[in-house]
């Protein structure tokens, strides 16, 4: 596992003596506000001589502190409409100050504030040196790369390391699945390095590899790769992963997880350079792994946790699907297809009429879908989530919670709508099957592009028959991560592992 483990800090001698630490870094918003005197006084001497020393992310030379290292990273832009993403810059600009400096076991020091908005930035700001000194997997394997420091101190008087070691394990996870090139992690090494990473803990873990299953019991997942059927390497996978805390349980969370390793957008093909970027596609399931694994070593009590990730490579070829079929999902709902190349929701469509199944004989459910779904979403909302729900899962309030948790955590969602347009707009246009999946225009050019595959997924999965009225109402969550699942490039940033952290925080409230 390529992570830099966090240690508990509780003693400002620390900052001195170095108990190991070759260099402080300090994120504040003000140094006037940092605890450690003998740090604020270096610092508003070293303002004289230096001019950007509170202003940007600094290096100083400081005898008598640990490694003579002292890095001065200020929270800046701290208005109205600010969030705690500020301190995850700041600290991402500290951290790579003490990387290039050198440094092998920086101490990180954040300083406390007493607005709400911020009662969590020591743990985003060690989140965010996580982000920062992640490598990818290509990377590490041809170059033998180790990690960046030996470990990371965080100062605090409460410990943070137990669930920010295993936040960082999962996102190291999620980060390896989705970055890495299609080959390198396609369906079958996907769920093979998902095996891997699950051997030892107390998930239950099962992968469905034989064609005539994935054929029968996923139908609309089997039309998306039946073209890669036809290469041995590229068959699809499903990969079932079960959690179940100690004690009662009391409620059950299940997720279903996109992972179209590459797409190709299939018979109607991207065209003008539109494919470069696409081995990203697979964020949504890496997200949910991630959240599974970091579910497996903090094991939280009374919750049950379900996840079906479906590993599928959108091909082209002789075997492709093509629009205008009509293909009936696993709930039984005939779909026409609309568009090849709005494959995802018919991945998720029949993983979550698996999920559904269970949710009917599981205690208090709320399913979830999470996916690198649409070019709207990013039209939309830029690099947020969307949230998109059912009106089962709004009157339990799920979006709002999660977006209040997104807030805390610097994982932001947007929440949306779902309007009897959406439902409009995936009705067969004349009745030969139940609904259809897309329309033919790119969904950043279509009204309501992010919202309306919510109203397919629905339909075509069975779940809206579990309705406010029906006998057994489920909640269910649709989450849009096209925009928030890379950082930086849009084709070939880092992943982000977004919004595991928010979900965690979710399945634990």
């Not at 300083?111 to 908005?117: E, F, K, L, P, V």
């Not at 089997?222 to 959690?243: E, N």
């Not at 059912?390 to 979006?399: E, P, R």
Request: hydrophobic letters at 45%.
């Amino acid at each position: 596992m390529f992570q830099v483990p966090v240690i508990d800090v509780n003693n400002d001698q620390a900052i001195f003596d170095g108990e190991g630490f070759d260099a402080v870094v300090v994120v504040t918003p003000n140094l006037n506000d940092v605890a450690q005197q003998e740090i604020s006084l270096l610092a508003e001497h070293a303002k004289h001589i230096d001019h950007r020393v509170g202003k940007q992310a600094t290096l100083l030379f400081a005898p008598g502190l640990a490694g003579g290292r002292l890095i001065i990273s200020p929270v800046t832009g701290n208005d109205d409409y600010a969030d705690v993403r500020i301190y995850a810059k700041a600290a991402k600009e500290g951290i790579t100050i003490a990387k290039d400096a050198g440094a092998n076991k920086p101490l990180l020091v954040v300083a406390a504030s007493t607005d709400h908005r911020f009662s969590f930035a020591a743990d985003v700001a060690a989140l965010a040196c996580g982000q920062v000194l992640w490598q990818p997997l290509e990377t590490r394997e041809a170059q033998a790369l180790s990690p960046a420091f030996s470990a990371i101190g965080v100062m605090s008087s409460h410990p943070k390391s137990d669930l920010l070691n295993a936040l960082e394990a999962g996102r190291v996870l999620a980060r390896d699945l989705c970055g890495t090139e299609p080959e390198r992690m396609s369906a079958i090494h996907f769920a093979n390095y998902c095996v891997t990473s699950f051997k030892d803990s107390d998930l239950e873990v099962a992968v469905v590899d034989d064609k005539a299953t994935l054929l029968k019991d996923y139908p609309l997942l089997s039309a998306v790769g039946r073209s890669s059927f036809d290469v041995a390497r590229h068959h699809p996978r499903v990969v079932k992963l079960t959690y179940t805390g100690e004690g009662e349980i009391n409620r059950t969370l299940l997720f279903a997880g996109k992972g179209v390793v590459y797409d190709t957008g299939g018979a109607d093909i991207k065209i003008a350079g539109g494919m470069a970027g696409m081995s990203r596609d697979k964020g949504g399931a890496a997200a949910v792994a991630g959240l599974m694994k970091t579910l497996s070593l903090l094991k939280p009590k009374g919750v049950k946790v379900i996840a079906e990730l479906g590993l599928v490579r959108n091909s082209i070829g002789s075997e492709a699907f093509v629009t205008d079929e009509i293909i009936t999902s696993h709930a039984g709902v005939r779909v026409r297809i609309g568009n090849t190349d709005a494959e995802g929701r018919l991945v998720l469509a029949d993983l979550l009429s698996h999920l559904r199944i269970q949710a009917t004989q599981s205690i208090a459910p709320s399913l979830f879908s999470v996916a690198t779904l649409t070019g709207h979403v990013v039209r939309a909302y830029g690099g947020y989530s969307a949230l998109v729900e059912n009106a089962v899962a709004k009157q339990q309030g799920v979006a709002a919670k999660l977006q209040q948790i997104g807030q805390q955590w610097a994982e932001p969602f947007e929440v949306s709508y779902l309007r009897p347009e959406d439902f409009d707009k995936v009705a067969d246009k004349n009745g030969a099957a139940d609904v259809i999946s897309s329309n033919n225009a790119p969904s950043s050019v279509t009204a309501r592009g992010h919202q309306y595959p919510a109203a397919f997924l629905l339909k075509a999965s069975g779940l809206d028959l579990h309705h406010l009225q029906s006998d057994l109402p489920l909640s269910y969550t649709h989450i849009d991560i096209a925009g928030s699942a890379t950082e930086g490039d849009p084709l070939y940033g880092k992943p982000t592992a977004q919004p595991l952290v928010a979900l965690l925080h979710f399945a634990k409230s």
